[in-house]
């Protein structure tokens, strides 16, 4: 489970995130939802500890991350916004690399990668080099090295972004599978659609602040809208702004 | 600890997959031992091209005896001279030309000094040793005959001799034969430079350009290891390029000639890891030195370039102990760089290094590099470097 709370970031005098809160409980996909610009990703780096809030905490199945951070990192799984894999290495070199770090013991991890490949379905590149991959093969082979340590809890940022439909279909049936098993799993979206064919749990984010949060008919009722997109436009405004 | 190691094997891995730092690797290894042996035999093959000399005479008819005379010494060869001989040096057809005139006939029939012309360019270095050469022997048949005329005035030439001159080797192959044992230090911390450069740059700023160091950051692993790891990838990256000049230098010197050109040779192979002990300190400063600067590059290209100014750093003064070699400071020893030349200064030249200079310089060498390494470690933390593409 993952709680945030009032997490406040600033750079310079823009103000990225301001007092945001929200709770990602397992078993449940919560869809952090925000148009360009909203503080989506700042809010996310913030929660995985490489962004210092300057206010606020983050826990982590209740760890506190800012004084235990190896140990909440330890309980997640992070796809960031760049896949960011060397292209001279194979799929199975980076997922044997992160587990090694995550501290999964050598002989289990044959069998791990066994699993992996089965789910994203990535027999036939398994052990080419990266270089010249396409963008969804890219984004499998992060998926599985930063979720090879098995973490009760799973942050991704805009993972369906720039994704052709066959690996868009992939990744949602990954985050259904991970929500089956019972894991907290968090992403983010600017993608309306995405998240309302996913999530159990939205939080709408605009201009850096919590709008709303709750289920899709939470929002709904919040709004007194007919759909989820009438909804969203009238929470964050027609240009992205906070109504 | 053991995510050091794991980091330090993922990155050598990676770095050798990549042509580009092996060939950084074999080219920087193999640039100085290749100049030192080109260096050398250039000098080789000047001496022997002084002793064996081709004398281009204009006008030889006019002086049969010293052109046979000349014929007659060993090495020598005489040639049809050029027309107009001034001209042709000039436009270096020819290198010099031994030039005499037509009154020479008359003068030395009289025994009045007989006047000969070398023609030559003092600018151009490799025809100066054959031009002392002529002039040596044109001294030698100028004595010669002066002391067969006095003989024959009933004279010793030993009351014109006032002086006996032996030939004494002014040597100056050996010297510069010399000179270049001068260049093997700077070779050898170059090496450490140039062959712990791409790692020291492609797991920094390559790894901030690819956005990789985001996902590996998220890693539970204290941040001073992921730059504890990445620099032992570079440093024994650099260690393996010194070590192969060192090999290579070796090899290349025990093919050469040195003992015809008067060099002592004898690097044994205690020697050899004394001089591995020597440099080794600095091949841990190097990519610390590397790993820091390309921190504050966004990307791999950015870092080459930080990077390729900073060689300049090793490089000056590395010229400069070619002429000023740094023998007899001890108090230099522990310095990085400057310590390297001076203590591989001493041990070319067969000295024994005192145990404290290389603990001394390993010291330093250790504390310097855990400063960087911390400094490093700084950035590694900061979210400017971090996320800042």
């Not at chain 2, 393996?240 to 004898?266: C, D, I, K, W, Y």
């Not at chain 2, 030249?349 to 700084?378: E, I, M, N, W």
């Amino acid at each position: 489970m993952i709680a945030a709370q009032n997490l406040h970031k600033q750079f310079g005098s823009v103000v990225a995130v301001d007092n945001v809160s929200f709770v990602a409980p397992d078993g449940a996909v919560t869809g952090v939802l925000g148009p360009n610009g909203a503080g989506k990703t700042t809010s996310l780096r913030m929660v995985y500890g490489l962004l210092k809030p300057e206010r606020g905490s983050v826990l982590i199945d209740g760890i506190d991350m800012a004084s235990h951070t190896l140990a909440a990192q330890r309980r997640i799984g992070v796809l960031p916004d760049i896949s960011g894999l060397y292209p001279r290495l194979t799929p199975r070199e980076h997922i044997r690399y992160f587990g090694r770090l995550q501290g999964v013991p050598s002989a289990e991890l044959d069998h791990r990668i066994d699993t992996w490949v089965r789910l994203l379905d990535l027999g036939s590149i398994i052990d080419r080099r990266v270089a010249g991959f396409s963008h969804g093969e890219r984004t499998k082979v992060a998926l599985a090295r930063a979720l090879v340590h098995n973490p009760g809890n799973i942050l991704l940022d805009e993972p369906t972004n720039g994704l052709d439909v066959m690996s868009t279909r992939a990744v949602r049936e990954l985050i259904r599978h991970l929500r089956a098993e019972g894991r907290c799993v968090v992403f983010s979206s600017h993608v309306m659609q995405e998240v309302s064919a996913l999530c159990d749990r939205i939080v709408v984010m605009g201009r850096g602040k919590v709008v709303a949060e709750g289920t899709p008919e939470d929002l709904l009722t919040l709004t007194g809208c007919a759909s989820l997109e009438d909804a969203f436009v009238h929470l964050v405004g027609p240009h992205g702004e906070t109504a | 600890m053991n995510a050091i190691f794991l980091i330090a094997a993922k990155e050598w891995v990676d770095a050798f997959r990549d042509r580009r730092s092996l060939y950084t690797l074999l080219i920087g290894a193999l640039f100085g031992p290749l100049m030192i042996g080109f260096m050398f035999n250039q000098i080789a093959r000047q001496q022997k091209a002084a002793q064996e000399i081709q004398i281009p005479v204009t006008g030889p008819e006019n002086a049969p005896v010293l052109v046979s005379w000349l014929a007659q010494q060993s090495g020598v060869e005489i040639l049809p001279g050029p027309e107009n001989p001034e001209e042709a040096v000039r436009e270096r057809r020819a290198e010099f030309v031994l030039v005499i005139g037509k009154e020479f006939a008359a003068k030395f029939r009289d025994s009045r000094p007989a006047p000969v012309q070398v023609v030559s360019d003092a600018t151009s270095q490799s025809t100066r040793s054959k031009v002392s050469r002529l002039n040596h022997l044109l001294a030698a048949f100028s004595s010669e005959t002066g002391g067969l005329r006095l003989m024959a005035r009933g004279v010793s030439p030993g009351i014109v001799a006032t002086l006996k001159i032996e030939q004494v080797e002014v040597a100056t192959a050996q010297q510069r034969a010399a000179m270049i044992f001068n260049f093997i230090p700077m070779f050898l911390v170059l090496a450490l430079f140039t062959a712990g450069m791409p790692i020291a740059s492609d797991s920094t700023a390559g790894e901030r350009e690819r956005g990789s160091l985001e996902p590996l950051l998220l890693n539970p692993i204290p941040r001073w290891q992921f730059v504890a790891g990445k620099w032992l990838a570079a440093s024994a990256a650099a260690m393996l390029g010194m070590a192969l000049t060192l090999s290579v230098t070796m090899a290349v010197l025990f093919r050469l000639p040195l003992e015809e050109l008067g060099v002592r040779n004898a690097v044994s192979l205690a020697q050899v890891l004394l001089l591995l002990a020597a440099v080794a300190p600095m091949g841990l400063i190097a990519p610390a030195v590397q790993m820091f600067v390309s921190c504050f590059a966004r990307t791999f290209k950015e870092a080459q370039s930080y990077l390729g100014l900073l060689m300049i750093l090793p490089t000056i003064p590395g010229i400069v102990i070619v002429f000023y070699p740094l023998t007899n400071r001890p108090w230099l020893h522990p310095l990085p760089i400057l310590g390297q030349y001076a203590m591989v200064s001493e041990i070319l030249g067969g000295k024994d290094l005192p145990a404290l200079s290389l603990l001394g310089a390993l010291a330093v060498a250790a504390s310097l590099t855990g400063l960087l390494l911390a400094l490093a470690t700084r950035l590694f933390s900061s979210e400017k470097i971090i996320f800042g593409r």
